[in-house]
């Protein structure tokens, strides 16, 4: 049966990723392409679907993993502050026109600063030769305010036309997204992804106890901190492709797991897939919904995963696990 589900949600993230590709605000047919078309295709509509599908697969699968990991349901991979970290080191970036690596200026400053502060909570969540959940957690939500903070002081003092552009990346705008910025992102998420897939089975284990999963031969703190870096390459790479999209960490893994249950081996690939599917929605809808101004997929996908969740919250218990 779950095979069957997966085969489904691989048939509608092709439809959705075919329908964002062809449908916008200038309507192309597949089967007849001018030269206006073929440029639109390629150099902007395929480059940003394709982007969106991989940002969505990362905070899917990192949603899944840390609710495991953490054992709370409501975490979601912002919650270690890796995002915040890397939204000021980005906005440093736009706001002080930082651009000496040209279309790769912004990017390049958020991953930096994701990576310092993926190494910032690992090592306050460091004890004892091991992660523990609970540090980390405390660690991240704390510098998570502490960034925070230290932005909206950047964007106060900052000039308005710097400041909407930061604004909108921070919320997950696509519209600069072109195929120099794939290659990159490809390769971080998809490490990401194999190492939190190739260690599943340890995430059941951790998720039913510390001394359960030693009792089955798992290095528990060794356990934890691939997973912990699975989460950091694929957050980080997902805030530097297109800046903060909230919801699909926290939602996505919920919705999947009341489809396919709670196995980790099937619950994390199948979350990345449900992850991309919505956030190319959300770019798909943002980009049509006013056109011809855009919306941010962030705040899209912020609209439409919110009431999900409450609907979810009311007609079933998503805060187990």
């Known amino acids: 049966m779950s095979k069957i589900k997966i085969s489904l949600l691989i048939t509608i993230s092709i439809i959705i990723f075919l329908i964002s590709i062809f449908w916008g605000s200038r309507l192309i047919n597949p089967f007849y392409l001018n030269d206006i078309d073929r440029e639109i295709l390629l150099s902007i509509r395929l480059p940003r679907v394709i982007v969106a599908m991989l940002m969505g697969m990362a905070l899917g ?30 906005a440093l970036g736009l706001l002080f026109g930082f651009y000496s690596f040209g279309i790769f200026s912004i990017p390049l400053t958020a991953f930096i600063g994701a990576s310092l502060v993926s190494i910032i909570v690992g090592a306050f969540g460091w004890k004892r030769a091991g992660l523990w959940p609970e540090r980390l957690l405390l660690a991240g939500i704390g510098l998570s305010f502490l960034f925070h903070a230290i932005l909206m002081l950047l964007i106060s003092i900052s000039t308005d036309e710097r400041l909407r552009i930061a604004l909108l990346w921070m919320y997950g705008d696509l519209s600069m997204i072109d195929w120099s910025l794939i290659p ?15 260690r599943a089975k340890a995430l059941n284990a951790l998720i ?49 797991r009341f489809f396919i249950g709670a196995d980790s081996r099937i619950l994390i690939p199948a979350s990345a897939i449900g992850g991309g599917i919505l956030l190319c929605l959300a770019d798909f809808i943002g980009k049509i919904i006013m056109s011809p101004m855009e919306i941010p997929s962030g ?23």
């Open 61 to 90: 699968a990192s949603g899944a993993i840390l609710q495991g990991l953490l054992k709370n349901p409501l975490a979601d991979p912002y919650i270690l502050g890796i995002s915040s970290g890397a939204s000021l080191s980005a």
């Open 184 to 198: 990159y992102g490809l390769v971080l998420i998809t490490t990401g992804l194999f190492i939190s897939i190739f």
């Open 208 to 256: 039913l106890g510390d001394e359960f999963a030693h009792s089955l031969g798992f290095s528990v703190h060794r356990e934890r901190l691939f997973f912990f870096i699975s989460i950091a390459l694929m957050t980080s790479a997902s805030v530097s492709l297109g800046g903060m999209v909230g919801f699909i960490g926290l939602l996505i893994p919920h919705i999947m």
């Open 299 to 321: 705040i899209i996908a912020a609209i439409i995963g919110s009431p999900y969740f409450l609907y979810l919250l009311r007609r079933r218990d998503v805060l187990s696990l």
